[in-house]
């Protein structure tokens, strides 16, 4: 293994700057290819756990505004609203 030397640094070795054979050349393609795929994976789960996370969200907040509608409409608020609402336009 030899070293490409600049002045007193050494700059790294020739195994791990460029592939020596035809088959250092395919594992390593193999390898990125392998990383890639795994990490594809990896993506695509947290992505559908956003994704479920996000919609379990939205049913959480729809039955909130259901339930918040429910009880200003048993409070009776939304009928006094209204009617002041009336009074503001008629004066």
């Known amino acids: 293994m030899s070293q490409r030397v600049h002045g007193n640094k050494v700059l790294g070795t020739d195994a791990v700057t460029k592939p020596q054979t035809a088959q250092d050349a395919a594992d390593l393609s193999e390898f990125v290819q392998n990383l ?3 990490m594809q994976g990896r993506f695509q789960t947290m992505s559908d756990s956003i994704i479920s996370r ?3 969200m939205g049913s959480k907040i729809d039955d909130l505004e259901k339930q918040i509608g429910d009880l200003v409409q048993q409070s009776g ?6 009617r002041q609402t009336t009074k503001r336009q008629s004066s």
């Open 77 to 82: 608020v939304e009928d006094k609203t209204q």
């Open 54 to 56: 996000v919609d379990e």
């Open 36 to 38: 890639l795929q795994q």
